[in-house]
């Protein structure tokens, strides 16, 4: 599992441009890619499938188009 910065932004809901996000602290880098896939499993998908926001039979997209579960 690879938290890169558009992950970290979709995950919390905030573009940060060029800004650091503190992702090289390992404690704040796990928990990202820990419920990435926890998500991963909860819709029977890939970590990456749903790092990538890819749509799947259980998730809509709302208003912020980000993915939301259903």
């Excluded at 919390?12 to 890619?33: D, F, M, P, T």
């Excluded at 029977?44 to 912020?64: M, N």
Aim: proline share 4%; hydrophobic share 35%; with cysteine.
């Amino acid at each position: 599992m690879a938290i890169d910065q558009q992950a970290h932004d979709i995950w919390v809901r905030k573009i940060y441009g060029l800004q650091e996000r503190g992702l090289g602290a390992s404690g704040r880098y796990n928990l990202l890619a820990d419920c990435y896939r926890a998500a991963a499993r909860k819709f029977g998908e890939a970590p990456s499938t749903v790092q990538r926001g890819s749509p799947t039979s259980s998730a809509t997209e709302g208003d912020s188009g980000m993915l939301h579960p259903s």
